[in-house]
């Protein structure tokens, strides 16, 4: 008897090897279920030809589409998929924009989805009227004008940005039931092209007692960070563009410094000044806002890495699934101090790990997808990520982050971020129904 194409399908699928408890298939099964795997992934029939398969005429296809724009939009059906808002009236606080990575996939943010945090809007500012200035300890203070650093050799870097509060949330006591976008939304990442700091600290001329760089912003707080200059002069930046147009408003518009790996409020947006110093500035948002207090008592000075972290973007909290059956685990994972080495997944709370596959290319400080294929079987499923990154550093448990910073009864998204720094790795819960929850494991 001739084995059908769906025939085959089914024998390659049942032949698929578990590596792990709870149907977590070994990667390898990306490339030998091949068409089998997809087809049952995604729902479509196998057939040996689609070439005879009738059409229907729907209406797009009968009459002229609307007229390109000057500047492309896009789909009105995919309206659904945009930053939320915490203060979407503007009043005068803080106010944040998250990226929605459960509506995403890839590894760069679009540059309208790109999270933001203004402490007091975004200022609308001329760029033929704006100026960085390089001063302090340097053999000649320098004034830069947007158009005189076009000038200069760019480079670009693809980097993510975290906020020192993303996953703030996940420090509360009981686990807070919200999406991806609300617990790890103040994450992005881009590419960023514009001139090294290297640069133009060479062209002022460093003075040798120099040792750290106080940054300031051209928004009303002025907000200002101290760098060590030993990273101003290593991946710095001067940031023009992002994702190849020039930086959006939210961003730093028109020019933004970018500390590759660092903590996100370091990375000033809208940067007017560059001082400098001996010391560090000890300037009030990172003595009063950005110093972690641990347990003990004592606070952190500084905190600059962001941490190796992932989580699973797919499926997460509001994508429910639609029945047993095969489905993808896919997330992001990304480090402050190198590339991702590897990303393991456990579909029954860490019981047993499968290693998941890497989207190439793995670029350093930036986002890395992961992917792993799994067969549900309709039964409850605790789903984990845990990443590791070419330094050697391995992505913590809840407890043992919650045992080195602590827990928190306030809830961050109401009161703000009482904590900083949550890297820890991130648990849903998959019910018989197909729900997905926020959970702790």
Same mark, same amino acid.
């Given at each position: 008897?001739?084995?059908?194409?769906?025939?085959?399908?089914?024998?390659?699928?049942?032949?698929?090897?578990?590596?792990?408890?709870?149907?977590?298939?070994?990667?390898?099964?990306?490339?030998?279920?091949?068409?089998?795997?997809?087809?049952?992934?995604?729902?479509?029939? #196998?057939?040996?030809?689609?070439?005879?398969?009738?059409?229907?005429?729907?209406?797009?296809? #009968?009459?002229?589409?609307?007229?390109?724009?000057?500047?492309?939009?896009?789909?009105?059906?995919?309206?659904?998929?945009?930053?939320?808002?915490?203060?979407?009236?503007?009043?005068?606080?803080?106010?944040?924009?998250?990226?929605? +990575?459960?509506? #995403?996939?890839?590894?760069?943010?679009?540059?309208?989805?790109?999270?933001?945090?203004?402490?007091?809007?975004?200022?609308?500012?001329?760029?033929?009227?704006?100026?960085?200035?390089?001063?302090?300890?340097?053999?000649?203070?320098?004034?830069?004008?947007?158009?005189?650093?076009?000038?200069?050799?760019?480079?670009?870097?693809?980097?993510?940005?975290?906020?020192?509060?993303?996953?703030?949330?996940?420090?509360?006591?009981?686990?807070?039931?919200?999406?991806?976008?609300?617990? +790890?939304?103040?994450?992005?990442?881009?590419?960023?092209?514009?001139?090294?700091?290297?640069?133009?600290?060479?062209?002022?001329?460093?003075?040798?007692?120099?040792?750290?760089?106080?940054?300031?912003?051209?928004?009303?707080?002025?907000?200002?960070?101290?760098?060590?200059?030993?990273?101003?002069?290593?991946?710095?930046?001067?940031?023009?563009?992002?994702?190849?147009?020039?930086?959006?408003?939210?961003?730093?518009?028109?020019?933004?410094?970018?500390?590759?790996?660092?903590?996100?409020?370091?990375?000033?947006?809208?940067?007017?000044?560059?001082?400098?110093?001996?010391?560090?500035?000890?300037?009030?948002?990172?003595?009063?806002?950005?110093?972690?207090?641990?347990?003990?008592?004592?606070?952190?000075?500084?905190?600059?890495?962001?941490?190796?972290?992932?989580?699973?973007?797919?499926?997460?909290?509001?994508?429910?699934?639609?029945?047993?059956?095969?489905?993808?685990?896919?997330?992001?994972?990304?480090?402050?101090?190198?590339?991702?080495?590897?990303?393991?997944?456990?579909?029954?709370?860490?019981?047993?790990?499968?290693?998941?596959?890497?989207?190439?290319?793995?670029?350093?400080?930036?986002?890395?997808?992961?992917?792993?294929?799994?067969?549900?079987?309709?039964?409850?499923?605790?789903?984990?990520?845990?990443?590791?990154?070419?330094?050697?550093?391995?992505?913590?448990?809840?407890?043992?982050?919650?045992?080195?910073?602590?827990?928190?009864?306030?809830?961050?998204?109401?009161?703000?971020?009482?904590?900083? +720094?949550?890297?820890?790795?991130?648990?849903?819960?998959?019910?018989?129904?197909?729900?997905?929850?926020?959970?702790?494991?």
């Amino acid at each position: 008897m001739t084995m059908t194409p769906s025939d085959r399908a089914e024998r390659e699928l049942k032949n698929l090897e578990a590596v792990a408890g709870n149907g977590l298939l070994h990667r390898r099964a990306f490339l030998r279920g091949g068409a089998a795997l997809a087809g049952a992934m995604t729902g479509y029939t #196998l057939v040996p030809s689609a070439s005879g398969q009738q059409l229907a005429d729907d209406a797009w296809s #009968l009459v002229p589409g609307v007229t390109v724009p000057d500047y492309g939009t896009r789909s009105r059906f995919e309206k659904n998929v945009v930053r939320t808002l915490s203060n979407p009236k503007g009043e005068p606080r803080t106010q944040h924009a998250r990226t929605p +990575h459960h509506l #995403l996939n890839g590894t760069f943010t679009p540059n309208g989805l790109h999270f933001v945090i203004s402490h007091a809007g975004d200022p609308d500012i001329d760029p033929d009227k704006h100026r960085l200035v390089i001063h302090g300890l340097v053999k000649q203070p320098l004034v830069f004008t947007l158009d005189a650093l076009a000038r200069y050799p760019m480079v670009s870097r693809m980097a993510f940005v975290e906020c020192g509060g993303n996953s703030a949330p996940l420090f509360s006591l009981e686990p807070i039931q919200a999406s991806v976008q609300a617990l +790890h939304g103040l994450v992005s990442c881009a590419e960023w092209t514009g001139v090294p700091l290297s640069t133009l600290l060479d062209e002022a001329g460093i003075d040798p007692k120099a040792k750290w760089i106080v940054v300031e912003g051209g928004d009303p707080p002025h907000v200002s960070r101290s760098v060590p200059l030993a990273k101003a002069m290593d991946d710095a930046m001067i940031a023009l563009y992002q994702n190849g147009e020039r930086i959006m408003p939210g961003n730093g518009y028109p020019m933004r410094l970018l500390l590759p790996g660092w903590e996100g409020n370091m990375n000033t947006k809208w940067v007017r000044r560059i001082q400098l110093t001996e010391g560090p500035g000890m300037t009030f948002y990172e003595a009063r806002t950005y110093a972690p207090v641990l347990p003990g008592g004592k606070a952190y000075r500084f905190y600059f890495i962001q941490e190796v972290k992932s989580f699973i973007t797919h499926p997460s909290p509001g994508l429910a699934l639609k029945g047993p059956g095969f489905y993808e685990i896919s997330g992001i994972a990304y480090s402050g101090t190198g590339r991702i080495a590897k990303v393991m997944v456990s579909a029954d709370g860490g019981k047993s790990w499968a290693q998941a596959a890497l989207q190439q290319p793995v670029l350093n400080k930036a986002f890395t997808r992961f992917r792993v294929p799994w067969r549900w079987d309709g039964g409850p499923a605790v789903l984990q990520s845990r990443a590791w990154d070419e330094a050697g550093y391995e992505q913590p448990t809840r407890a043992q982050l919650v045992a080195a910073r602590g827990e928190t009864t306030r809830v961050p998204a109401v009161t703000g971020f009482p904590s900083q +720094h949550y890297n820890a790795v991130t648990s849903w819960s998959i019910e018989r129904g197909g729900e997905v929850k926020h959970v702790y494991a």
